[in-house]
């Protein structure tokens, strides 16, 4: 009798890790196909997230800022082809133990760049989906405990399709992946999930209503004193110490307040001046974007200039590059000058056209 009630408990007891396990497999599948699908729409802007955990000011290895993209593709390929065998319930060892290590390491990147404010964003999910760095540590933290739940009841595992059915779903993700990539590193994301999206106004998205709390931050200045960093705050005046060489400065977000979709746009001309307002009344307006002039070869550049020549509309150039760059290849346009970053954020392709109408983003398109 007693011996009957054992069986049936164990039995209970097995039903019950199966369903767990079976839940966990299933979600955490899915978080990771969604994972790589939004940032396969814009694998250029997880290129950038990398080249910041490489920075300086971060992980501070900037010779690895060329492979940027490279990593970008690689990891979203990793990360879809781990999610489908998720679901798949195949590969499994490989599967847990890949997800175990690599988890780990971001895990403990996003504990790091928390601590230290490095890099406020981690770009986990890309830009349908912001997370700060300590909500993205809690994230990992939760989903590690996940993944070594899958490993000690690994055995409740069961496929869920044919090996060659697997391999061939593994091989159709590697092809989508890239071929997607290729797309997207020449053109603009098929869906914009960023707030300089066509239809936006761009001075309506600045705005602040009068009663808003604003949210408060902290410059943290970095200066090399004999040889090692040091940060500072405003208070601390680094600059005001002889022996102190500045090396940047990042504005920190200490307090949480209202904050408008757009922050810190604005173009200044050759001179320095402010041409924000100008150019968001301009009824009519084009602006090529480029925040790299070294990427772009002079074959494209010939294109623009045989574009811009069929427009009645004002054209601008909008770089952080000299405007006697652009005079070398025959670009005889007004040059403005705006934060790379903030370039970077309103359009990927290198170079890119938008289109303004008072403001509103009409289009955004690639020129090659």
């Not at 994230?139 to 590690?144: A, L, S, Y």
């Not at 050759?270 to 100008?278: C, I, N, Q, W």
Request: aromatic share 10%.
């Amino acid at each position: 009798m007693a011996s009957g009630r054992d069986s049936s408990r164990e039995q209970v007891e097995r039903t019950r890790k199966k369903i767990v396990t079976t839940v966990i497999r299933i979600l955490l599948g899915v978080v990771f196909v969604f994972s790589a699908l939004v940032k396969l729409i814009d694998p250029l802007g997880l290129a950038f997230k990398i080249g910041d955990y490489l920075s300086p000011d971060a992980l501070n290895v900037p010779f690895l800022s060329p492979m940027a993209e490279n990593l970008s593709i690689a990891l979203i390929a990793l990360e879809l082809i781990l999610g489908l065998s998720l679901l798949l319930g195949r590969f499994k060892v490989f599967t847990l133990w890949t997800l175990f290590v690599l988890n780990g390491a971001f895990m403990l990147l996003t504990l790091y760049t928390a601590v230290t404010g490095a890099v406020s964003d981690c770009g986990c999910f890309g830009d349908a989906l912001p997370m700060g760095a300590w909500e993205s540590f809690a994230k990992n933290v939760v989903i590690c405990v996940m993944i070594v739940v899958l490993i000690l009841w690994q055995r409740f595992i069961k496929p869920v399709a044919g090996f060659r059915t697997s391999m061939s779903v593994v091989a159709l993700a590697f092809a989508v992946v890239y071929g997607m990539s290729y797309y997207a590193l020449h053109n603009e994301p098929l869906i914009d999930f960023r707030p300089y999206k066509v239809g936006v106004n761009i001075k309506e998205a600045m705005c602040v209503p009068e009663d808003a709390q604003l949210p408060v931050y902290e410059n943290r200045w970095v200066y090399e004193i004999d040889g090692e960093r040091h940060t500072f705050k405003d208070e601390d005046e680094p600059w005001n110490m002889r022996e102190a060489s500045f090396v940047s400065r990042e504005s920190v977000l200490v307090k949480e307040g209202f904050r408008p979709a757009i922050e810190n746009f604005m173009v200044m001309d050759v001179y320095g001046g402010d041409m924000t307002d100008s150019l968001l009344v301009e009824k009519d307006i084009y602006l090529v974007l480029c925040y790299d002039y070294d990427e772009v070869d002079d074959r494209t550049w010939e294109n623009v200039k045989n574009w811009a020549e069929g427009k009645t509309s004002p054209v601008w150039i909008v770089s952080n590059s000299s405007s006697e760059r652009f005079s070398q290849v025959g670009l005889e346009l007004p040059v403005m000058y705006a934060d790379p970053v903030m370039i970077k954020t309103i359009a990927r392709s290198r170079p890119a056209v938008v289109h303004l109408q008072e403001g509103t983003i009409i289009s955004k398109e690639s020129i090659k």
